[in-house]
C-alpha cells in the first residue's frame, strides 16, 4: 500500500518536471536484501546545494516547480515520511539542467514484496 504512494509520486514527479523532449530513466536493481529503485529526469533546475531542501513541505527552489494548481509541495515530503516509516531510505541528487535523481531504498521485504511495504 504505501509501495504504490511512495512510487505514484515520485514517478509523477519525474514526469511534471522533465524538461520539453527531455528523458525520465527509471531502474531497479537489488544491493544485498535491499531493492534500489532510482527515477531521474532531465532539465532539473535544483542547485546541488538546494538538494536536501526538496523533502521539506512547500519547498519551491526549482522554479519549474510553480505548478501550483496541480501540485501542492508534499509529494517528496510524504515519500520520505513513508519510507522512514517501512524502515527504508530517500536520496534526492542534481546537476543543474542536467539530470534529478531520486534514490529510494526498500528495505529487504522478508517475502512481502514491495507493494506491501
Request: hydrophobic letters at 40%; one cysteine or more; proline letters at 3%.
Amino acid at each position: 500500500m504505501h509501495g504504490g504512494l511512495v512510487l505514484r509520486n515520485v514517478l509523477d514527479n519525474a514526469a511534471s518536471y522533465v524538461n520539453v523532449c527531455g528523458s525520465i530513466r527509471v531502474s531497479l536493481r537489488l544491493a544485498d536484501k535491499d531493492a534500489i529503485l532510482e527515477v531521474a529526469n532531465t532539465g532539473s533546475m535544483v542547485d546541488p546545494q538546494d538538494v536536501q531542501h526538496v523533502f521539506e513541505r512547500f519547498w519551491r527552489g526549482d522554479t519549474a516547480r510553480s505548478d501550483h494548481g496541480r501540485h501542492s509541495g508534499l509529494g517528496l515530503s510524504i515519500v520520505q515520511n513513508v519510507m522512514r516509516h517501512i524502515g527504508g531510505t530517500v536520496l534526492a541528487q542534481s546537476t543543474p539542467g542536467g539530470w534529478f535523481t531520486i534514490i529510494l531504498t526498500f528495505p529487504e521485504h522478508r517475502g512481502e514484496g514491495v507493494h506491501g511495504a
